[in-house]
């Protein structure tokens, strides 16, 4: 029993770390994304008008409890956005503990994936707010996959199967998102995977969960359909076009965007000079990756446990993804942003559970190459993400300094030019009305005694 605990015990010492994280390099105060979130909700945030709106999936309803919250007890405090996306990535350390207690993978292992999941190359997911809902998405991800595994591997609990039914339904449309995309294809090959291999188990209803992952899904597309895209890129032909024009950029776009699993974008921006070391980080992860899903089919993992496997798939496809969605602003570093670090880690932790899970076994042939392969992960990730965090807690200052800065102009946005508020808060930039917006937003604020128009937090700044 003492054991089970260590396994919860670890990801809850990962979530204050992150909780630390956050209280020493951010203070309260609106930028980004918070200055379009302000306009829009801010201060009926009760009105249904605001709520029923044809595209509210891709709103994040989850998002309206959250803010509701916020405001009548917190008086729109970012700082509790910032809390709840850490408990969120705390939440899918217990989630990913719990598995490891019951496949028997070691503490060791388990402490290396932990080492992955709380790095501070999501930096910036961690300390803008706006995005706590993702944390909680995957948090939701990691659970299905464990309850689709245990129903798999024949270790079901009590009522999983109606949890296999329900949770795309929770999920999808009310918290996912945007990232609901890759979740649910995701859940549906699995399915079909399963359906396939146990296609004589009449009772097995992989079909069913298939069919309930894909319901979901194609009302998440049709509430999207009513969207109305707000982005400026500089591409101005299509995908095709640009793809034949230019196929050397995808290609390295898409490679590496593998490496930031590595090293943080930020920081290897600042190191490496030329492509060469993005690339040659980016195709050894895409090597292990490669080689992980072969040691799945070669050793058959998959009849074992399915969830390793999930993970890499999930991964894989979300460095897909980031490509197709992103490649319009023409940048091929784009997807080494920090904000990309939650989806591309899925992929990770598949990997590292791969490993672990075979060096359990003491039969298999080839195990040299598995020893090699699961020593060359764990070198890698565990020194490229250490190292990540360590210079990320060295700029702790400057990023408080950074926010603290932002706050104080806030405080005094009216004395300012719209030129100083759209270089300060980072909304928008290139938009003519960004500097607009931004006061806008402020105003509202202060209008209602909100954020950093808080009595309490005046006060703290005199």
């Not at 292992?109 to 790095?119: C, E, N, P």
Request: aromatic share 16%; with cysteine.
């Amino acid at each position: 029993m003492k054991r089970k605990y260590f396994y919860y015990l670890l990801p809850l010492l990962g979530t204050v770390f992150g909780l630390w994280y956050i209280f020493a390099a951010t203070c309260d105060g609106i930028y980004s994304d918070y200055v379009r979130l302000v306009n829009s909700y801010l201060p009926d945030v009760w009105n249904p008008a605001r709520f029923f709106v044809p595209d509210i999936l891709t709103r994040i309803p989850v998002n309206y409890l959250g803010r509701i919250i916020n405001v009548s007890l917190f008086g729109y405090n970012i700082m509790f956005d910032r809390v709840l996306g850490v408990l969120a990535l705390g939440l899918s350390g217990a989630v990913l503990g719990g598995y490891c207690y019951r496949r028997r993978i070691s503490t060791g292992w388990f402490a290396l994936i932990l080492v992955v999941l709380f790095s501070l190359n999501k930096w910036e997911m961690l300390t803008n707010g706006s995005g706590w809902a993702h944390f909680l998405s995957f948090a939701c991800f990691y659970y299905h996959y464990e309850v689709l595994d245990r129903v798999w591997s024949g270790q079901e609990k009590r009522h999983d199967r109606i949890k296999l039914m329900l949770l795309p339904f929770i999920t999808t449309l009310f918290i996912a998102g945007p990232y609901c995309a890759i979740y649910s294809v995701t859940v549906i090959l699995a399915c079909g995977l399963c359906f396939l291999l146990k296609r004589h188990d009449k009772k097995s209803g992989y079909g069913l969960y298939g069919l309930c992952a894909l319901v979901p899904l194609l009302l998440y597309l049709w509430s999207n359909s009513y969207a109305v895209e707000d982005h400026a890129a500089p591409a101005e032909v299509s995908l095709f076009t640009q793809l034949k024009d230019t196929p050397g950029f995808f290609a390295r776009f898409f490679v590496k965007s593998f490496s930031s699993m590595v090293i943080g974008g930020e920081r290897a921006e600042e190191i490496f000079h030329s492509n060469a070391p993005f690339l040659i980080l980016g195709f050894l992860v895409i090597a292990l990756y490669l080689l992980a899903l072969w040691f799945h089919w070669r050793y058959r993992l998959y009849e074992e446990t399915i969830l390793p496997l999930i993970l890499i798939v999930s991964g894989g496809l979300n460095h897909v993804l980031i490509m197709l969605s992103r490649w319009i602003f023409l940048q091929e570093n784009y997807g080494l942003s920090s904000r990309y670090a939650l989806q591309f880690q899925t992929g990770i932790l598949g990997i590292l559970l791969t490993f672990a899970l075979l060096l359990k076994r003491q039969r298999e042939k080839n195990r040299c190459l598995v020893r090699i392969a699961a020593g060359t992960a764990c070198v890698l990730f565990l020194v490229g993400n250490c190292y990540t965090t360590y210079i990320e807690v060295k700029k702790i200052p400057n990023r408080r300094d950074l926010y603290e800065k932002r706050a104080e102009l806030a405080l005094n946005f009216e004395q300012c030019t719209d030129e100083e508020l759209r270089a300060g808060f980072e909304y928008r930039p290139g938009r003519s009305d960004s500097g607009a917006k931004v006061r806008s937003a402020l105003a509202i604020l202060k209008e209602n005694g909100y954020s950093v128009f808080r009595n309490d937090f005046m006060r703290e700044k005199r």
